[in-house]
């Protein structure tokens, strides 16, 4: 499937924008891509679920595509973009045709603003550190999921410390349970660390409420 046929699909998919909800893509050509040929989906704002699958490279990707998302989707309950090759490093690396960039821990700050609904987030490609730490207030009357899933495939202590991505992610989901998917080493303390990061923050704020 060439870049073309993405946009012409995507633009297909985009002509249905008031009835679309779920929306599947599995791209098993090795190539590379770029998630604005996906653009013409931003004008279906009823979308529940996104499921992009690339067999080659996402390039050119950056934190700003993922903030159209958030924006363009305040239903999303389900988000999942996994390309299978996209990193030899923990920074860029460059194909001909183009750079495959990965983006950072800042992509999960829109989700988090915009789709209260969101449960499940899967996404490969992070590649870099937050740069903030935001804490969101709680948004009384807004319905949210009580639980949000998250499987960041590749992130690792060389992208950012269990200790960090705890407290980035318990900023965002103040009040709603959080469970960090993965069997490895790094997803294991990555749970501690939040679990740890959340007792922590609770036992705070409870001595504050009784001063």
Known sequence: MSLMDIQQLSSFIAQSKRTIMHIQLKIL?????????IA??????????????VGGQ???????????????WPHLRELSVVTEAWRDDAWTVTFEGGELT?????VLHPFALHCPELSEVRITGIGAPPTTYPVLPLQAG????SMIHFKLDDLSNDV???????????????????RFLGDSRYATRV?????????????LENAQELE
């Open 142 to 145: 807004v319905v949210q999921a």
């Open 102 to 106: 990965p983006v950072s821990l800042d």
């Open 160 to 178: 950012a410390k269990a200790a960090d991505v705890a407290r980035l992610l318990d900023g965002l989901y103040p009040d709603r349970e959080i």
């Open 29 to 37: 050509r090795e190539g590379e891509y770029s998630l604005t040929d």
């Open 58 to 72: 996402l390039v050119n990707t950056a934190d700003l595509q993922f903030q159209r998302m958030a924006q363009a």
């Open 40 to 53: 013409p989906l931003y004008e279906c704002h009823e979308i529940r679920s996104l499921d992009l699958g």
């Open 191 to 203: 749970r501690k660390a939040l679990h740890k990061h959340r007792r922590l923050r609770l036992e």
